[in-house]
């Protein structure tokens, strides 16, 4: 196995200096100062270390990508919840936040986002401090099913990209509409004229989604590649995106929105039959390949576990790359899937990148951790700084 190298794509790096919570998960209410390097979060399970992750996902994304839906994340007992951190970035350092509230009458929870106090549209924190994640579930990238897949290209290309932020959110919206009257329509409530709009709609975004996601995954190959002859998986990784309505490859927008909308024509009669859209974005996949076969059935525990974290060393090069910047890092027990080696690999690789990373681990770490490195403990959503190596 060659040593692993990241080296910095990006001039400068993101960070969060200061992170406050009130009433998220298991924290009643907490502040931590990280450093800009590696940050190993210890602690034994079930005491919240995983939250503290996704509490700083939440804040980055605006939303949780482990949660359902916002009323997860609010403590028990709580009627909202808070996110907020300092966030130093090479062209001008912000303060973000992200509130929850449960509406008192109706129980639904409501989220809002500031920038420097003043409120902002959710989306438009995505993207000003980038955020690449792993927690112990990707290792079932390779085996389980498209949504995972799916998952991992729309974080990416909405931190990136603001029209596919959009596009993501508007086809989402559409989708459940067309459905609900695919329904109707099933049960005889409602006529057809209503479906041509929702069809037109779905096709205009849903086609520009495709097209991004095909142009994300030829980009993300070599950095795949790259990565993961590095950490010795051994054999060349291949990505192939699927989509999901007969797009052909290297498709532009008006190709990809004419293939969708002929596809959908012609199984309408099909979608009324099951009261669903059958064609669309919501159904691409992303194959993972290894050595040129499907990496689902060909390879070994030990390669699946390399693919998928060759696969999050692309993310952040990509993302480097064309944000600019290098972006958090945020590990959740990956280290207890690695032997020593890949560990002590893991971890230099990561502190000669320059990015800030968030690591969560029951296992020992290398007996050498970088300078810099600052330690917490968590015990029952309680963080406390032990060291700085």
């Known amino acids: 196995m060659s040593a692993l190298v990241l080296s910095p794509v990006a001039e400068g790096a993101c960070s969060l200096e200061r992170l406050r919570i009130f009433a998220f998960r298991n924290y ?47 403590a028990w007992g709580s009627d909202e919840a808070l996110v907020e951190a300092k966030v130093l970035r090479p062209a001008a350092d912000r303060t973000l936040a ?22 902002r549209p959710a989306r438009d ?33 909405a931190q990136l990209d603001r029209r596919a932020a959009a596009d993501l959110l508007r086809y989402r919206h559409v989708l459940e509409q ?10 005889g409530s409602a006529g057809l004229d209503a479906l041509a709009g929702f069809t037109r709609e779905l096709v205009e975004s849903g086609s520009r989604i495709q097209v991004a996601r095909a142009e ?22 291949g990505l192939r995106y699927l989509p999901d309505g007969g797009m052909e490859a290297g498709a532009g927008h008006e190709e990809a929105e004419h293939t969708l909308a002929a596809t959908l024509v012609r199984r309408r009669d099909e979608e009324i039959a099951r009261g669903a859209t059958l064609a669309g974005p919501h159904r691409d996949d992303l194959e993972l390949l290894i050595g040129g076969r499907p990496a689902r059935s060909a390879a070994s525990q030990g390669q699946q576990r390399s693919i998928v974290l060759a696969l999050k060393l692309a993310e952040v090069r990509h993302i480097a790359s064309r944000a600019g910047v290098m972006p ?14 890949r560990r002590r690999d893991l971890v230099a690789g990561i502190a000669a990148a320059g990015l800030q990373t968030l690591i969560t681990s029951s296992e020992p770490l290398p007996e050498t951790l970088p300078p810099g490195t600052r330690r917490f403990e968590v015990a029952s959503g309680r963080v406390t700084a032990v060291m700085e190596s």
């Open 28 to 74: 009643a209410e907490q502040s931590v100062e990280f450093g800009r390097g590696i940050n190993v979060v210890g602690g034994r399970n079930a005491q919240g270390k995983t939250n503290l992750l996704e509490a700083v996902a939440t804040l980055l994304l605006t939303r949780s990508p482990r949660a359902s839906s916002s009323a997860d994340v609010v």
């Open 98 to 119: 992200v509130h929850f509230r449960r509406d008192l009458a109706s129980g639904r929870v409501t989220r809002t986002a500031t920038v420097d106090g003043s409120p």
């Open 125 to 157: 924190l995505l993207g000003l401090c980038p955020v690449v994640l792993f927690w112990p579930e990707d290792l079932q990238l390779v085996k389980a099913g498209p949504d995972m897949r799916r998952r991992l290209l729309d974080v990416v290309l």
């Open 178 to 187: 067309r459905n609900a009257l695919l329904r109707q329509l099933r049960a």
């Open 216 to 237: 994300l995954v030829a980009a993300l190959i070599p950095h795949g590649r790259e990565a993961l002859a590095q950490i010795g998986g051994g054999e060349e990784l």
């Open 328 to 341: 958090v890092l945020l590990l959740d027990d990956v280290l207890s899937e690695l032997d020593p080696g």
